[in-house]
C-alpha cells in the first residue's frame, strides 16, 4: 500500500477508518526526515494491512500543534484510534520493524482497560 498524505482534511477518516495507522510526521527541509524517508517507505510495503501516513508539519501545522509535536521526524503509532507510540527521532529499520510489529501486536481490549484504570486513578 502506497504511503498516504494526511491533511486536516482526511486526517480523522484515515484513523478512524483504519485499525492501525502508522503516521510519520515530517518537513521538507528536516535532513533526518528526509533520511528515514526511504526506511517508512520500504517498511510500508512489507505490512499491507497497515495505513502509514506522512503529515508534512510545515504544511499541516494545525495537526502538528494539536499532537503538541515539537521535533521532527515523530513516528506516531494509533491502534484503534489510541496511541499506542509516539518518539521523536528517526529509528534503524530493525528497529521501526519492531514497532510496528509489536503495535500489530497488541491487545487492545487489554490496552483500553489500562487506560481506564490509569484515568479511574488519576480522577479519584
Known amino acids: 500500500m502506497a504511503v498516504v498524505e494526511l491533511t486536516k482534511e ?7 477508518g483504519n485499525s492501525t495507522v502508522i503516521v510519520d510526521y ?12 526511504p526506511v517508512f ?10 495505513v502509514f501516513a506522512k503529515v508534512n508539519t510545515d504544511e499541516e501545522q494545525e ?4 499532537f503538541q509535536i515539537r521535533s521532527i521526524p515523530t513516528l506516531m503509532v494509533f ?6 507510540f509516539a518518539q521523536p527521532g528517526a529509528l534503524p529499520q530493525g528497529a521501526f ?12 481490549d487489554e490496552v483500553r482497560k489500562q487506560i481506564a484504570e ?3 486513578a488519576g480522577s479519584a
Open 10 to 16: 482526511n486526517f480523522e477518516q484515515v484513523v478512524t
Open 26 to 37: 515530517w518537513a521538507p527541509w528536516c535532513g533526518p526526515c528526509r533520511g528515514f524517508a
Open 41 to 50: 517507505e520500504k517498511v510500508s510495503e512489507k505490512h499491507p494491512d497497515v
Open 63 to 66: 495537526i502538528a500543534a494539536h
Open 79 to 84: 491502534r484503534d484510534q489510541v496511541i499506542v
Open 97 to 108: 520493524e519492531q514497532v510496528v510489529d509489536k503495535a500489530k501486536a497488541l491487545d487492545m
Open 118 to 120: 490509569q484515568e479511574s
